[in-house]
């Protein structure tokens, strides 16, 4: 039987310093759908195939790159799969720029940087769902992906994030290992009633 199109896709985004729980959350969310004859599509995280410098030497450049790329593929995805899971939406890609870029003097007159500020802001209401992910000392930083290893680098990530949603001001759900169950039965809910209501 095929599954129901929904007329809008339902995309469903996972935010946050790294290793923080991410992308497992989206893997469990995915197999979950699947279990219900669903078929979700995850756009993963597009910071590794960047081909500019990222993390400490962030530039406004290669978070445009990224932002850019990943609205392509989440616009690619969603014509293919009434549910897009996205692994890190388009703020995080910010975020990372804020830890290291020295706004009011490097962004007056760089039009990548006004760019990826105006993309970011008309990008974000097309996400359903955001869920953060809070840093939690217990989990530890796992060494693949190229992250920086640095607790502390991923300290000023966390804090950064916090500031990105408000400045955006954009509303977001917490997501700690502890409510990781409780928002896979929300979001799974979620979804069910966007295909009763189809």
């Known amino acids: 039987m095929n599954e129901k199109k929904l007329l809008k896709p339902v995309k469903i985004a996972v935010s ?4 923080t729980g991410k992308t497992t959350f989206l893997k469990q969310l ?4 699947v279990m219900l004859g669903r078929h979700p599509i995850i756009v993963t995280d597009l910071a590794v195939r960047c081909p500019l410098p990222i993390l400490r030497n962030h530039t406004p450049e290669s978070a445009l790159w990224i932002v850019t790329t990943q609205i392509a593929e989440e616009i690619a995805v969603a014509h293919h799969s009434s549910i897009v899971l996205v692994d890190r939406p388009v703020v995080d890609a910010w975020v990372y720029l804020m830890a290291v870029f020295n706004r009011t003097a ?5 039009p990548a940087f006004h760019t990826l500020e105006s993309t970011i802001k008309n990008w974000l209401p097309t996400y359903d769902v955001i869920l953060t992910t809070k840093i939690e000392q217990s989990i530890p930083i796992e060494n693949n992906k190229g992250r920086d290893l640095d607790p502390n680098y991923r300290l000023v990530i966390g804090e950064q994030m916090e500031l990105a949603y408000k400045y955006f001001e954009v509303d977001s759900r917490i997501l700690l290992s502890s409510n990781v169950e409780s928002e896979l039965e929300t979001i799974i809910e979620f979804i069910s009633k966007k295909y009763e209501c189809a």
Do not use: E, Q, V
């Open 16 to 19: 946050g310093a790294h290793s």
């Open 30 to 33: 995915s197999d979950k759908l």
């Open 106 to 110: 490097d962004s007056k007159t760089n």
